[in-house]
């Protein structure tokens, strides 16, 4: 047979494909698109002013590392994030932002205070999130969460959650519906420091928060020590 015509055609497919990938993600129903760029030392947006509405912010890791990309409000709430993004590639986080001051921040090898970039929007457009109708409070200490009481939620609450960091490591509190589709987290916090999240609970159903940073120590993930468990929230 003839190799050389099929590895051409092999290369080019492969040139092809995350091409094919990225326009597929960003073909979705936002308002309008960011590009950011995150490298092992600089997290860059290409604009920062955007408007308020679903806003697609394509993040490309050029760093060496594999990385991630939080959006955060200025008090410090996860917006919403994607994780796992390898060098070269691409993903969308796809978030609704109503007019306020935000950052992006890129975490080149998924840990410690990644790099941040603000930005501003501006405009009528977004949905508001509801207003947190309670507060739950509780602690994280290595490697558990301490008065943490997720008995009596109901499909449809909002609630918000204030983490203190207790332990000596870094903690984080996520939490996934019960099909594992991530609902809010309280992000990576420092020990000593406290975090928050709101978060609005959808389906009747067994949910799960979890810690998954990783204990240097042992190699690790948190939940694998003992920072993950289940909840069920009732129906409305
Ligand atoms: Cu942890």
């Given at each position: 047979m003839n190799p050389l015509p099929q590895r051409a055609a092999t290369l080019a497919l492969a040139l092809?494909?995350?091409i094919a990938g990225l326009a597929a993600c960003s073909g979705g129903t936002a308002d309008s698109a960011t590009a950011v760029t995150g490298t092992d030392d600089a997290c860059t947006l290409d604009r920062d002013v955007i408007e308020?509405?679903?806003i697609d912010f394509e993040f490309t890791n050029n760093g060496k590392d594999v990385s991630e990309l939080y959006v955060l409000k200025d008090n410090g709430d996860v917006v919403g994030e994607v994780e796992n993004v390898t060098t070269g590639t691409s993903r969308t986080l796809t978030v609704d932002l109503v007019a306020g001051d935000y950052e992006v921040n890129c975490k080149p090898g998924m840990k410690g205070k990644g790099i941040s970039a603000d930005f501003t929007v501006t405009g009528d457009?977004?949905?508001a999130q509801a207003k947190p109708e309670r507060t739950v409070t509780f602690d994280a200490v290595d490697f558990t969460y301490e008065d943490l009481d997720l008995s009596?939620?109901?499909?449809g609450q909002t609630i918000r959650f204030e983490m203190t960091n207790s332990g000596t490591e870094p903690?984080?509190?996520?939490v996934l519906d019960s099909t594992g589709e991530p609902i809010g987290e309280v992000g990576a916090t420092e020990p000593g420091d406290t975090g928050g999240a709101t978060m609005t609970f959808g389906a009747p159903g067994k949910y799960t928060y979890q810690c998954i940073l990783i204990d240097p120590k042992t190699g690790k993930k948190h939940s694998m020590l003992?920072?993950?468990?289940?909840?069920?929230v009732a129906p409305a």
């Open positions: 092809l494909l995350p308020a509405g679903k457009g977004g949905t009596s939620i109901k499909s903690h984080e509190f996520e003992g920072m993950t468990g289940t909840f069920t």
